[in-house]
């Protein structure tokens, strides 16, 4: 078993029935360096993921790899990194998202509803008559989604 599999298969035991998922694993050609992404359904911690990256390391030091020197690391997706898994998008409703398909048409609306193959986006067609329509989207037909971040105050 590869570096990078040992690394992930060790991270998955670990957040095994747990709230948090793996969203992505990257390595270089050698495998001297590996980069996990993981997320939760409510957002991740700096601090779990340092917590857990103690754990996993404990138990590579205890295992005999064929890697002499690496460096792992475990990390939660920046905010303007692309949505990669369906289960990402549900802590995102009601927030602003950049979708791609993959005929290369990009929507750019509020997410309002999710189920297991689609997400509702609210587009608005023209701001001035607020004109909305909601475009149903299946996931199969994503190439990427981002989360637009808004600075923008709340008024109360």
């Known amino acids: 078993m590869s570096l990078k599999e040992t690394i992930t298969q060790l991270i998955e035991e670990e957040i095994n029935g747990s709230e948090y998922f ?5 390595s270089n050609a050698n495998e001297s360096s590996v ?3 993981i997320d939760g359904d409510a957002g991740v911690d700096i601090g ?9 390391s404990a138990q590579l030091d205890e295992m005999e790899t064929e890697q002499e020197r690496f460096r792992f690391e475990i990390s939660s997706p920046g ?3 692309p949505l990669l898994l369906s289960r990402q998008y549900s802590k995102h409703l009601g927030r602003d998202l950049e979708v791609e ?10 997410l309002t509803q999710l189920d297991k193959n689609t997400l509702d986006l609210e587009i608005i067609e023209d701001p001035k008559k607020k004109l909305i329509r909601t475009e149903q989207i299946s996931f199969d037909d994503i190439r990427q989604s981002v989360v637009q971040i ?3 105050s709340k008024k109360t």
Request: charged share 25%; net charge positive; glycine share 6%.
């Open 150 to 152: 808004s600075f923008k």
């Open 48 to 56: 779990y993921c340092a917590r857990l990256s103690r754990r996993v």
């Open 101 to 110: 398909l993959n005929n290369g048409e990009k929507h750019l609306g509020k």
């Open 79 to 81: 905010a303007d990194n």
């Open 22 to 26: 793996i969203v992505q694993t990257q």
């Open 35 to 37: 980069k996990v992404y």
